[in-house]
């Protein structure tokens, strides 16, 4: 079964940091595009951010929203992927999900077929 866990969400006040982790297990993630979307009460589904497979050369996206403050990267060794969120402000309250394709990288949220379970992350005073 091919399962990615997510874990670091929380609660953060405006300008402070988060790092979201994204876990894989039964596939290699050095194979595999991993991308960050994000989904806020009655806002349609984000792409956040997207990194190319270990072993390829290919591009890093982010969403016009947060590049410039959001980073991704990933640790092949522990088979996870990482967002880092800094400069987070109200509007990054969201539920947000990482997921894994075996393509090339994208924010097209429907060319992934394996996601994490969602982990919220609320920006407030």
């Known amino acids: 079964q091919l399962q990615l866990v997510q874990s670091g969400g929380g609660l953060v006040q405006p300008g402070g940091s988060l790092r979201l982790s994204c876990a894989a297990s039964?596939?290699?993630?050095?194979?595999?595009?991993i991308a960050w979307f994000r989904q806020a009460p009655g806002k349609e589904r984000e792409g956040v951010s997207c990194?190319?497979?270990?072993?390829?050369?290919?591009?890093?996206f982010y969403g016009g929203s947060v590049e410039g403050r959001f980073a991704i990267s990933r640790d092949d060794a522990k088979n996870a992927v990482y967002l880092q969120m800094d400069r987070l402000k109200p509007g990054d309250t969201a539920v947000y999900y990482c997921?894994?394709?075996?393509?090339?990288?994208?924010?097209?949220?429907?060319?992934?077929?394996?996601w994490g379970q969602g982990t919220q992350v609320t920006v407030s005073a």
């Open positions: 039964g596939f290699a993630l050095d194979r595999h595009s």
């Open positions: 997921a894994a394709e075996i393509k090339w990288c994208s924010l097209d949220s429907s060319l992934f077929n394996t």
């Open positions: 990194i190319s497979p270990s072993i390829s050369d290919g591009p890093t």
